[in-house]
T-cell receptor, first 113, second 110 residues
Framework: AQSVAQPEDQVNVAEGNPLTVKCTYS??????LFWYVQYPNRGLQFLLK??????LVKGSYGFEAEFNKSQTSFHLKKPSALVSDSALYFC???????????FGTGTLLAVQP | GAVVSQHPSWVICKSGTSVKIECRSL??????MFWYRQFPKQSLMLMAT?????????EQGVEKDKFLINHASLTLSTLTVTSAHPEDSSFYIC??????FGPGTRLTVT
């Protein structure tokens, strides 16, 4: 079955430090992987996606993610966190037999000044 | 980039009344629109998928007679919550072609 796991409910990082938000997936066939960010009481904003090609994907606001097929992971990263990056981050996968976008449970990123 | 709007952004209604939420793709035509609901501090749960001119496909456990979806054109889909109850209070988000999300509608049923 198609699924996405975000093992951390919350990630805390100091401003200026690198950040990583973890995501692993399970899907038959080639996955399409997405990251979205959600600010309080707002809809989702697209950050980046992996469809095919280079395993390192660069997205909006300085974020990037690395597709690792052997580890079935698609972790979100940023070299230097900003306080304004504090938000809820969702990983999602599309593919397999269901042809639906399945979301992870979300990870709250808190960047301390 | 592609823009999806939702109206209203928030609504308060009394129990037993119906509420209509609009989702529009502003600068492109969306073949498929998706409706999600999100409870506080939880992930998005897909409610239904709608294609222009055809009946919506509802996810298991979602009452199609309670959550009426109409996809009248390639730029407009509506979700009507009929006979709303307090447990229907939630954040409803639409998506066009699965990549472009609306800003969401906060529904509170009193």
């Amino acid at each position: 079955a198609q699924s996405v796991a975000q093992p951390e409910d919350q990630v805390n990082v100091a401003e200026g430090n690198p950040l990583t938000v973890k995501c692993t997936y399970s899907v038959s066939g080639n996955p399409y992987l997405f990251w979205y960010v959600q600010y309080p009481n707002r809809g989702l904003q697209f950050l980046l996606k992996y469809i095919t090609g280079d395993n390192l994907v660069k997205g909006s606001y300085g974020f990037e993610a690395e597709f690792n097929k052997s580890q079935t992971s698609f972790h979100l990263k940023k070299p230097s966190a900003l306080v304004s990056d504090s938000a809820l981050y969702f990983c999602a996968v599309y593919g397999g037999a269901t042809n639906k976008l399945i979301f992870g449970t979300g990870t709250l990123l808190a960047v301390q000044p | 980039g592609a823009v999806v709007s939702q109206h209203p952004s928030w609504v308060i209604c009394k129990s037993g009344t119906s509420v209509k939420i609009e989702c529009r793709s502003l600068d492109f035509q969306a073949t498929t629109m998706f409706w999600y609901r999100q409870f506080p501090k939880q992930s998005l749960m897909l409610m239904a998928t709608s294609n222009e001119g055809s009946k919506a496909t509802y996810e298991q456990g979602v009452e199609k007679d309670k959550f009426l979806i109409n996809h009248a054109s390639l730029t407009l889909s509506t979700l009507t919550v009929t006979s709303a109850h307090p447990e229907d209070s939630s954040f409803y988000i639409c998506s066009a072609d699965e990549q472009y999300f609306g800003p969401g509608t906060r529904l509170t049923v009193t």
